[in-house]
């Protein structure tokens, strides 16, 4: 269920405005503003874009149900995990999105240690070292700052062909849920 009324009060708080503030502004009834604070009635479309204009938000914002807000992950909450020889830091995890650094000692592959295909696009930007990536009959070798992505039905290589650590920061997405080994 939404919540739009404590929304709009909330924002109406913060901001310092008052109902009567509002209600001189948008036209609306005191009684009409406090019964949508309460959740007591739901205003329409145009009645909640004359209050989104006047609070200065965007009208999907009211809209949007409160695990749709942003979400903010600590460094210090991040999830860590290991798979193989990686330092896996995961970013976040949203639907078909996840997004995760990935820290590999020279030598060693990010993933499979052969070319290896799942649903989905992957986007690479190699942070740190240098990395071979290979999809098909595609090969190239990245190093700090160059990205590279694929469909990653497609089967794909990165592996770490550098004398130091490579730090890679990843993203797949796909329509279906992902597992979690990497």
Same mark, same amino acid.
Not at 125 to 148: N, R, W, Y
Not at 162 to 178: M, Q
């Given at each position: 269920?939404?919540?739009?009324?404590?929304? =709009? $009060?909330?924002?109406?708080? %913060?901001?310092?405005?008052?109902?009567?503030?509002?209600? @001189?502004?948008?036209?609306?009834? !005191? *009684?009409?503003?406090?019964?949508?604070?309460?959740?007591?009635?739901?205003?329409?479309?145009?009645?909640?874009?004359?209050?989104?204009?006047?609070?200065?938000?965007?009208?999907?914002?009211?809209?949007?149900?409160?695990?749709?807000?942003?979400?903010? =992950? $600590?460094?210090?909450?991040? %999830?860590?995990?290991?798979?193989?020889?990686?330092?896996? @830091?995961?970013?976040?995890?949203? !639907? *078909?999105?996840?997004?995760?650094?990935?820290?590999?000692?020279?030598?060693?592959?990010?993933?499979?240690?052969?070319?290896?295909?799942?649903?989905?696009?992957?986007?690479?930007?190699?942070?740190?070292?240098?990395?071979?990536?290979?999809?098909?009959?595609?090969?190239?070798?990245?190093?700090?700052?160059?990205?590279?992505?694929?469909?990653?039905?497609?089967?794909?290589?990165?592996?770490?062909?550098?004398?130091?650590?490579?730090?890679?920061?990843?993203?797949?997405?796909?329509?279906?849920?992902?597992?979690?080994?990497?």
């Amino acid at each position: 269920m939404l919540d739009i009324g404590s929304k =709009i $009060r909330a924002i109406r708080t %913060r901001k310092k405005i008052t109902i009567a503030q509002m209600c @001189e502004s948008t036209g609306l009834s !005191k *009684g009409f503003v406090s019964n949508i604070e309460n959740n007591n009635t739901s205003p329409s479309i145009n009645t909640l874009n004359t209050i989104a204009e006047f609070l200065k938000v965007p009208l999907p914002y009211l809209l949007l149900e409160q695990k749709q807000h942003m979400r903010v =992950i $600590r460094k210090d909450e991040r %999830r860590m995990s290991s798979y193989k020889n990686l330092k896996i @830091e995961h970013l976040t995890s949203k !639907k *078909g999105l996840r997004v995760m650094i990935v820290e590999s000692p020279p030598g060693v592959a990010i993933g499979e240690e052969a070319p290896h295909a799942h649903e989905g696009e992957e986007f690479h930007l190699v942070l740190q070292g240098k990395v071979l990536a290979e999809q098909g009959e595609d090969s190239v070798i990245a190093e700090e700052g160059d990205t590279f992505s694929w469909n990653a039905s497609v089967p794909h290589f990165v592996k770490n062909i550098g004398d130091t650590k490579s730090v890679i920061l990843v993203a797949i997405y796909s329509d279906t849920e992902l597992d979690d080994k990497l």
